[in-house]
């Protein structure tokens, strides 16, 4: 299987129900901004995370495969088919019990802090940052998607947020508070 199709090359491409739509559409826009999302969060762990943060966020990076390809199906028929490309409220219920673990490592928060710290911790900001951008664009998608994907990403940027936070910590890294 060749890499290129060359049926994009007019600025279109195809949903999974078939639909062809222009590579700037909404839809479009918000599995790409999830893409990089995903992209970012392989740059961190490029950074040698410890290995439980690395486990982490290798499940978060096949979660957000399974958004994408739910944002690339506005009817929903890829949900039946595929059971790897379903996100449940216990994934939702997993990146909490995440962050509550990790906030206990953490210092607690008393100002906004500014992003960066190490390699990994500041790609996790970034992160954060393309993942809420990434909600921006889910919400405004009709028909609107699935509940479910945007409880998920609104919990991703939190423990993204902690994440870049006790990668920092553990590498002995300060806060700088604004």
Not at 7 to 16: K, P
Not at 30 to 35: L, S, T
Not at 39 to 63: F, P, T, Y
Not at 68 to 97: F, H, M, S
Request: glycine share 6%; charged share 30%.
């Amino acid at each position: 299987m060749k890499i290129y199709t060359r049926t994009g090359d007019a600025g279109e491409t195809s949903l999974f129900d078939g639909t062809r739509v222009m590579k700037h559409d909404d839809r479009v826009d918000a599995y790409g901004e999830v893409d990089e999302t995903n992209a970012w969060l392989g740059l961190a762990r490029a950074s040698r995370l410890d290995a439980d943060l690395d486990a982490h966020l290798v499940e978060i990076q096949r979660d957000l495969f399974a958004l994408g390809a739910r944002l690339a199906d506005p009817a929903a028929t890829i949900a039946d088919r595929v059971t790897k490309a379903t996100l449940r409220d216990t994934d939702v219920a997993r990146l909490e019990a995440i962050i509550d673990r990790l906030d206990t490592e953490l210092p607690p928060l008393r100002r906004f802090i500014l992003a960066g710290g190490t390699p990994a911790g500041a790609a996790l900001h970034v992160a954060r940052t393309v993942c809420r951008r990434a909600e921006r664009r889910m919400v405004a998608l009709q028909p609107p998607v699935d509940p479910i994907l945007l409880r998920y990403v609104n919990r991703l940027s939190d423990l993204l947020f902690v994440l870049a936070r006790a990668v920092n910590h553990r590498a002995g890294v300060p806060e700088i508070e604004w």
